[in-house]
T-cell receptor, first 114, second 113 residues
Framework: EAQVTQNPRYLITVTGKKLTVTCSQN?????MSWYRQDPGLGLRQIYY???????DKGDVPEGYKVSRKEKRNFPLILESPSPNQTSLYFC?????????????FGPGTRLTVL | KQEVTQIPAALSVPEGENLVLNCSFT??????LQWFRQDPGKGLTSLLL?????REQTSGRLNASLDKSSGRSTLYIAASQPGDSATYLC????????????FGAGTRLAVHP
């Protein structure tokens, strides 16, 4: 089954404790990205990757890091989480050529930073 | 920069009604537009992708249209059911960006028996 998986699905942590949210897709997609969803602000892109070892900032990259060492994986790293990073996070993937490409989203990770 | 607006913000209807959800976008140089469904606290499920060369796309009781010249898309839901209750999001590619999606704020739909 074609899918995007994320782990963990739910996480409560404390300020400053480094964490990683994993994302994996099994569709051989070149493009992967991370979004956060906040009430009143909607979905905003954090980082994206056009292919292995190619990453770039989205609209709200501050406080986040990413890496793309393998095509299927695109982890999101919060090196020193703060309460304003409490949010619902989604990973997405698609083929690089956008015109015919449906974007697939993971189930989401609900993060609470105390 | 692309901006996406959805109207109405919320809709409550009795079961069986036919519905129209509206989406407008500012940059009409898009190559596709995607409609998603989101259940409360859940992920995004892709409903329909309309390519710029298409005017309509259908899946079951759902029909989405795209009018690039006017910067509009509509999602038509036929014979609504309580199971259709969810938030419906419209997303268009950002200006100059191939894959980055700009989302509308969504239409929150409640279908009551």
């Amino acid at each position: 089954e074609a899918q995007v998986t994320q782990n963990p699905r739910y996480l409560i942590t404390v300020t400053g404790k480094k964490l990683t949210v994993t994302c994996s897709q099994n569709m051989n997609h070149e493009y992967m990205s991370w979004y956060r969803q906040d009430p009143g602000l909607g979905l905003r892109q954090i980082y994206y990757s056009m292919n292995v070892e190619v990453t770039d900032k989205g609209d709200v990259p501050e406080g986040y890091k990413v890496s793309r060492k393998e095509k299927r994986n695109f982890p999101l790293i919060l090196e020193s989480p703060s309460p304003n990073q409490t949010s619902l996070y989604f990973c997405a993937s698609s083929f690089r050529t956008g015109d015919r490409s449906t974007q697939y989203f993971g189930p989401g990770t609900r993060l609470t930073v105390l | 920069k692309q901006e996406v607006t959805q109207i109405p913000a919320a809709l409550s209807v009795p079961e069986g009604e036919n519905l129209v959800l509206n989406c407008s976008f500012t940059d009409s140089a898009i190559y596709n537009l995607q409609w998603f469904r989101q259940d409360p606290g859940k992920g995004l499920t892709s409903l329909l992708l309309i390519q710029s060369s298409q005017r309509e796309q259908t899946s079951g009781r759902l029909n989405a249209s795209l009018d690039k010249s006017s910067g509009r898309s509509t999602l038509y839901i036929a014979a609504s059911q309580p199971g259709d209750s969810a938030t419906y999001l419209c997303a268009a590619p950002d200006s100059g960006g191939y894959n980055k999606l700009i989302f509308g704020a969504g239409t929150r739909l409640a279908v009551h028996p």
